[in-house]
């Protein structure tokens, strides 16, 4: 399920998105203004999509945008306003899409989507660890967040998925019936571009291992949102 933030002072304007975009499948989030979204967008985990209003007290909608790409991943923006968009994309020009108040809903649903499939489009994942259950919960977790997942085991077929694009590799370290260190330079062979994310019940300082020399690592017992961050940043 996808997750959107709507960020507006009007609160009847975050009422009727928040009713539409949850009628429409999509977890709403809603903050009364900038102040109230980087908290959210700090202690609240990944979202996907930020609907930002221009004119609000305090911190203007311009420059939480600015604060949002340096702190937040670099999130998809669409600036809803009620200045026309000529003005939204003179104030705002690295925003996904614009958005006039005066519009349809209809039209900010066909941006909403459009944005979304623009997003992550053909990104493919291969989750490596020995144990099945985890491999089902990510699976089932990037399927959730929009990526195409493969899963190994620890068994020597690696060679089956040398044929199949991979643009992150999920690579526990701890298997005991295949050497990390093999898999590791084969798949670095087979994909020099893809990204690396070691995963085990280590801590980060036992994780790195020189030899791997993973984009980043993740420690098993941390939230699932911590591990969509991290891919996300990374793809």
């Given at each position: ?108 649903i ?6 979304f ?98 984009d ?7 939230e ?9 940043r990374?793809?």
């Amino acid at each position: 399920m996808k997750t959107i933030m709507v960020v507006d002072d009007d609160e009847r304007m975050r009422r009727i998105l928040w009713e539409m975009l949850r009628k429409r499948g999509f977890h709403v989030i809603k903050a009364r203004d900038a102040v109230d979204a980087h908290h959210l967008l700090t202690e609240g985990g990944l979202v996907d999509l930020v609907l930002l209003d221009i004119n609000m007290p305090e911190v203007s909608g311009d420059t939480f945008n600015e604060v949002i790409q340096s702190f937040h991943f670099k999130t998809p923006v669409i600036v809803c306003s009620v200045l026309p968009i000529e003005e939204q994309i003179r104030r705002i020009p690295d925003a996904r899409d614009y958005y006039d108040k005066s519009e349809s809903f209809d039209v900010l649903i066909d941006k909403i989507d459009t944005a979304f499939n623009l997003d992550r489009p053909d990104k493919a994942i291969l989750i490596m660890d020995d144990d099945p259950d985890i491999r089902s919960l990510y699976c089932q977790l990037l399927a959730k967040a929009g990526y195409a997942a493969l899963e190994a085991g620890d068994h020597p077929e690696i060679a089956d998925f040398l044929q199949k694009q991979i643009d992150l590799i999920l690579l526990d370290v701890a298997m005991p019936r295949i050497s990390d260190l093999e898999f590791y330079a084969t798949m670095r062979k087979a994909y020099p571009h893809a990204k690396v994310i070691v995963l085990s019940m280590f801590s980060e300082d036992r994780q790195k291992v020189p030899a791997f020399k993973a984009d980043d690592y993740f420690h098993k017992t941390q939230e699932s949102n911590v591990l969509l961050e991290k891919i996300k940043r990374l793809l």
